[in-house]
């Protein structure tokens, strides 16, 4: 599929980073307002499947040489280490923790273990879309 | 160092295999495996002195606190015999693998892994006091075992046996949980200890039958008793390292050790006693007999393990008689336990050894059948020195230390006549003379063993290779081990004191109350007495039957095997395989909308049938929200939507419309206050819709003619009944509250003790972490599927082969 639709890849260079800044501000803020790892993933892999339709897989894939089956195992990891970090501590498998720091440049900020098992969340998510996409696209 | 801690190490070792197996695979993986068992070994015999006083050790680490379920290692006299057997064994077999796999042709990585993983696994399940965990280590027992069996998975024999051995064991193993659970039912705890002390009050409940016998369908099933021994021949298949160690002297044995460490829970019940006996004792007889039938060297140590896994087995039956005897201690029946420990550890040395010679002969001249073999005595003088040594012992020869605990096994079937409870005055003959039968066919398999393979006429031209002495590195392990088959013999009390005393206290805790009070002295001569003269008589008797072997031999072949108990598992197998996929095929179709249908019906059944049960029919119009223009434009639009989906005759514009859902039912969110969900809907339909595109042209044939679909009326039945289940559902909730609303909850402590301030997020985070994380697990399992059918699709290249 080779698409040659100049208004399309114009205008998909400027929103595709708008969709990721986004996505990234919508993963982040995910644990106060509305937001998250799934959302965010999933906005990520719509900017990618963007990309993709504006130009072609080929070129996606020299760009963003990305393997996701990796990065989906990757996610998984991370989820389910953050999991079990907490029997080192001796509290119950899943125990979260948090605590609030002043970092330079952020002020006061929450530091939550939840934030790492959303970042698996968020690779997984993009990930297994990904994965699907660009199968069933690069089947012929 | 804590001792539960140890259980684990071969299992951390393995962690550290495949590393070593890439980076050094000039030196054999062997070597480093080595240290593992050989330290433990050690490390483990500084304990003796003091077990061997009587004293015990016990260490807990907490795993499951809130089901109360924990690894708790404890080491008596029992389970240190077991572990130096497992550890000491353990050495010598990867020793003797060092010289039997060769290290640039065959995956040593896998084989160290598993074999590691099964020394984990082995000495949980002679250490764990636990049940739960106990039954842990036994399944990694079985599954680790299948591994092993099927090491050379490219064999079908190696598959077949892997299957059926898993097959067997596992299924006993699911009986003995399910005697576990109802041990804990009763003595209301998992520790075998606890369940030791408060054992006459068990006795009387009503579930202690089904328990022991449930208990003893695990241990028989482990330890190939009748007529569940039909998957240790098979695994034969498995290389000579693994048969020598899983299939003789530890996995096999696990069935004897539960035996052993339940026996005081157990033998007040007569039952136990008769089952464990009988079984044995006839486990005993049937596999001698049958030893003689085999052609494959593996095969006839296979039943001979079978046989002698029996004689240990009858034994501890015999033992349990000691709780119905008043001062059994003074009588003859305190032989049993002591004869069975004993035996045990004679077995695991000349059975060990004579394993590593068949792998040896295996290894150096290309085949194991002994129609073949014969004449290599001159060539391999130092393996048939082995393997006579081996044999004798097993025949219960002098002055071999298998002629010590033969001559004990009969003392222990005599002894029963001092046992008269229900007028045993003629039955137990029988137990003596069935014991007498096998031993004859014991001898003679045993001599049949050796001389077959190493005497007679040497036919060069039946080898595939040219036969000549193993490698020493090979010979070390059986030389040692035949050495000890020697040296036991000539001081058994040394033996006896050391290691099986201290474990018959354990099985006998009411008889003794230290390893010292065993009041048992071995004597290889012991006067004229019965035993004696029924030895004599297997001599006489075995020998002259040996001489005229290959006269009545085919006789065997008189035996149909469509009456075996393997064709029986194998017309199970194609039965249940058969019938599985028969009874499958008539509901799965192939077609994703037949699926739907199944599902949507039964959530529809299943919900209704509920809301009926419990009466939730109560509608109740009072709190509802007032309707707004914008509700109402949006539904106008869902609605109109779904029709044109309906009526649509091309599958483009189906596509389109079902995008329009999906946005309507987004912004009735965003009305609706829910920006988690609108958010997630939005994107969620904006990818789905660009996968309809990239997928509409693998979409099947049919729709793709611009035609529209025909009205069904089974589908429009089972629509409408999910819009109908799903508005009571919806009215049904919003009228009654039967329990207050779990959002409170929320709101309470998202803040407080969860740090967040999204309560959506936190949920997916938190609160339901656990579900989250198996739904991207199911997730990624998913993308998998997704890969295997469409890039790994078999159609693109027919006519290859699958594994190609």
Redesign the interface.
Known sequence: MRTNDVMLQTATKVVTFIILMFAVH?FFA??????????GG??T??AI?LLM?AFDIPTIKKILPIN??VL??V??LI??AT?SASIFFDV?F?T?A?DYFDLPLFGET?L?S?LL??I??YL??V???M???Q???E?E | MSLVFLIFIPILAALFIPLLFKRLGQIHTGWFVLLVPAALFLYYATRLPSVMEGGTYVSELSWIPSLDIAFIAYLDGLSLLFTLLITGIGALVVLYSIFYLDKHREQLHNFYVYLLIFMSAMLGVVQSDHLITLYLFWELTSISSFLLIAYWYTRDRSRFGALKSMMITVFGGLMMLGGFVLLSIMGGTYSIRELIAQAPELAQHDFFIWALVLVLLGAFTKSAQFPFYIWLPDAMEAPTPVSAYLHSATMVKAGIYLVARLTPVFALSEVWMWLVAGVGLFTMVWASFFALKQKDLKGILAFSTVSQLGLIMSLLGVAAAAYHVEGAADTYLKYAAFAAIFHLINHATFKGSLFMIAGIIDHETGTRDIRKLGGLMSLMPVSFTVALIGSLSMAGLPPFNGFLSKEMFLTAMLSLQEFNMFSMDVWWVLFPIIAWIGSVFTFIYSLYFVFHTFAGKHQPEQLPKQAHEAPIGMLISPVFLAALVVMIFFIPNLIGDWLVKPAVAAIQPFLYDSPQNVDIHVSAWHGFNTELFMTLGIFAIGGLMFWTLRKWQHLYDLYPDSISLNRLYDEMMLLSDGGANRFSRIYMTGFIRSYLVYMFSFMTFIVLLTLFLNEAFQIDFNNLAPIGVYEIVILLALVGATLTILGSKSRLTAIIALGAVGYSVALLFVIFRAPDLALTQLVIETISVALFLLAFYHLPQISRKEERMKFRFGNALVALGVGVTMTLVALSAHSQKAMPSISEFYKETVYKEAGGGNIVNVILVDYRGFDTLFEIAVLGIAGIGIITMIRLRLTKKEGQHENK
């Open positions: 919508i995910g644990h106060y307002t509305p937001g998250g790892g799934f959302v999933l906005l892999a719509s499947v339709l996701y089956v989906t195992a996610g998984l989820a389910i999991a119950p899943f979260h948090y929450s939550h939840a098992f959303d698996g969340v997984v998510v990930g297994v879309t994965t699907i996409i199968t069933i696209g089947d």
